[in-house]
């Protein structure tokens, strides 16, 4: 499978743990994205990141959440002390460049706070 | 402030006939526009975009219409395929700058057999 993997798939925390959700890119892509549904919301821009730097990460939010994108392996979204309103699904997507290149999804990982 | 709009939650249309998607932005910095479509429990899938210099873009059974002087896009789908019920989303962004993409709410469409 040549495209996006994200896992886990689902994820189940208790409030006050952390959470990592990771996702590879597809093959050639140096561009990574985040973003982030609610139920019966479009996808909000979380941050933009290449190797092993972040571009823009003006979605996400200040406390708790971080995201990085290592020369080797994948990219981590993590958050930390998770809270209930942090329960949505996390859709990573990819893309070779900048400019008229569409991103491509991965299939989400759906986060449940107890 | 919502940038994207999306403003039917719903279409409905019977197989065979036209499905007509439609979008307004309110950001005149956009200038690449995307419609992605949604199944159940997956990540969206890229369907067709188009350049704010042309105001068409045709693939197949899709074509996307660009209204700049309006800041309205729409996304006409024919023949509409059982196939096609999903939720479909806009998507614009700005380039040269961020590559962050602003996706609207999405309209569910729904085609019956």
């Known amino acids: 499978n040549a495209g996006v993997m994200q896992n886990p798939r689902h994820l189940v925390r208790r409030r006050g743990q952390e959470a990592r959700l990771r996702c590879s890119p597809m093959?050639?892509?140096?561009?990574v994205y985040w973003y982030r549904q609610l139920p019966e919301e479009g996808l909000k821009f979380m941050v933009y990141l290449q190797k092993e730097n972040i571009i823009d990460e003006s979605g996400m939010p200040k406390e708790r959440f971080s995201a990085e994108f290592p020369k080797e392996g994948p990219s981590i979204l993590r958050i930390q002390q998770v809270v209930r309103g942090d329960s949505a699904a996390y859709f990573c997507?990819?893309?070779?460049?900048?400019?008229?290149?569409?991103?491509?999804f991965g299939d989400g990982t759906r986060l449940s706070i107890l | 402030d919502q940038q994207v709009k999306q403003n039917s939650p719903s279409l409905s249309v019977q197989e065979g006939r036209i499905s007509i998607l439609n979008c307004d932005y309110t950001n005149s910095m956009f200038d690449y526009f995307l419609w992605y479509k949604k199944y159940p429990a997956e990540g969206p899938t890229f369907l067709i975009s188009i350049s704010s210099i042309k105001d068409k873009n045709e693939d197949g059974r899709f074509t996307v219409f660009l209204n700049k002087s309006a800041k309205h896009l729409s996304l006409h789908i024919v023949p509409s395929q059982p196939g096609d019920s999903a939720v479909y989303f806009c998507?614009?962004?700005?380039?040269?700058?961020?590559?962050?993409?602003?996706f609207g709410k999405g309209t569910k469409l729904t085609v019956n057999p």
């Open positions: 093959k050639g892509h140096s561009h």
């Open positions: 998507a614009a962004l700005t380039q040269g700058g961020s590559e962050k993409l602003v």
């Open positions: 997507a990819s893309s070779p460049s900048q400019g008229n290149q569409p991103q491509h």
